[in-house]
C-alpha cells in the first residue's frame, strides 16, 4: 500500500522557518492535506489540497507538492506551533486514508 | 457552526465489541458532499483511519479492519456510529469522529470530534 514518509522531528528556533517533509512515491500527482495536533488535542487541518488554508489558520502555514515531496512550511515560527504533524492522502487504488507518521515541530 | 461529539464505554473487555457513537451539530448530516469518518490513535502512536460512510450508503474501510468494523449512520437522529468486534488490547486508542470531504476530492477531514479514550482490558 501506499507510504508516506514523515520525519519524526524537526526543530527551530522562534521566528525562523520550518519544513516538514511528506515523501511518497509520486505524491506530487495526489491531494496532499496537513494536520496540527497538539498533546492531549484533537487534530485540526492547517492545509487542504496541497497548499490551501482554511478559515482561522494564519498565512504563516503554506504547503506546496511536487515530485516524490509534499512540504508544509511554517514562516515566523511562534513556541504555540510547537505540535505533532501530520501528511494525510486519499490513495485511489486501494480505496483508503494514508496518514504519514508525523513530525514533532519542537521549537527551541 | 458543524461540531462533533464521540460517546460510549472507556473500558471494553477482550474478545467483545466495542460500540462508540458521534454525535452531529450544527449542520445536517445528510448534507450533500459530507461524508462521516472514525479514526483512531494509539497511546503515543500516530493517527489510524477506520472507515467512512455517506449518508446513502457509501462506505469505505480500512483493508485492515475491514473483517471487523461497521460504520452506520441515523439520518433520524444526526449521529453516526463504530462498531468494533473482537477487540483486543491492540484496540486501546483515542477514538476520533469527523466530518470529511468526498474521497473523489481527497478526504480531507475537517473538523473532528474532541476523541474518546477506549481502554480494552479485563
Known amino acids: 500500500s501506499f507510504v508516506l514518509n514523515q520525519p519524526p522531528s524537526v526543530s527551530v528556533a522562534p521566528g525562523q522557518t520550518a519544513r516538514i517533509t511528506c515523501g511518497g512515491n509520486?505524491?506530487?500527482?495526489?491531494?496532499v492535506h496537513w494536520y496540527q495536533q497538539k498533546p492531549g488535542q484533537a487534530p485540526i487541518l492547517v492545509v487542504y489540497?496541497?497548499?490551501v488554508r482554511p478559515s482561522g489558520i494564519p498565512d504563516r502555514f503554506s504547503g506546496s507538492n511536487s515530485g516524490n515531496t509534499a512540504t508544509l512550511t511554517i514562516s515566523r515560527v511562534e513556541a504555540g506551533d510547537e505540535a505533532d504533524y501530520y501528511c494525510?492522502?486519499?490513495?485511489?487504488?486501494?480505496?483508503?486514508?494514508?496518514f504519514g507518521g508525523g513530525t514533532m515541530l519542537t521549537v527551541l | 457552526q458543524l461540531q462533533l461529539q464521540e460517546s460510549g464505554p472507556g473500558l471494553v473487555k477482550p474478545s467483545e465489541t466495542l460500540s462508540l457513537t458521534c454525535s452531529v451539530s450544527?449542520?445536517?448530516?445528510?448534507?450533500?458532499?459530507?461524508?462521516w469518518a472514525w479514526f483512531r490513535q494509539p497511546p503515543g502512536k500516530g493517527l489510524e483511519w477506520i472507515g467512512t460512510?455517506?449518508?446513502?450508503?457509501?462506505?469505505y474501510y480500512n483493508p485492515s479492519l475491514k473483517s471487523r468494523v461497521t460504520v452506520s449512520l441515523d439520518t433520524s437522529t444526526s449521529q453516526f456510529s463504530l462498531t468494533l468486534t473482537s477487540v483486543t488490547a491492540a484496540d486501546t486508542a483515542v477514538y476520533y469522529c469527523?466530518?470529511?470531504?468526498?474521497?473523489?476530492?481527497?478526504?480531507?477531514?475537517?473538523?473532528w470530534g474532541q476523541g474518546t479514550l477506549v481502554t480494552v482490558s479485563s
Open positions: 460512510i455517506y449518508y446513502w450508503g457509501t462506505s
Open positions: 509520486e505524491i506530487g500527482t495526489k491531494s
Open positions: 450544527g449542520d445536517s448530516i445528510t448534507r450533500r458532499n459530507f461524508f
Open positions: 494525510q492522502v486519499w490513495e485511489t487504488t486501494s480505496a483508503l486514508v494514508v
Open positions: 469527523a466530518k470529511a470531504v468526498s474521497p473523489l476530492a481527497g478526504h480531507w477531514v475537517d473538523p
Open positions: 489540497e496541497d497548499s
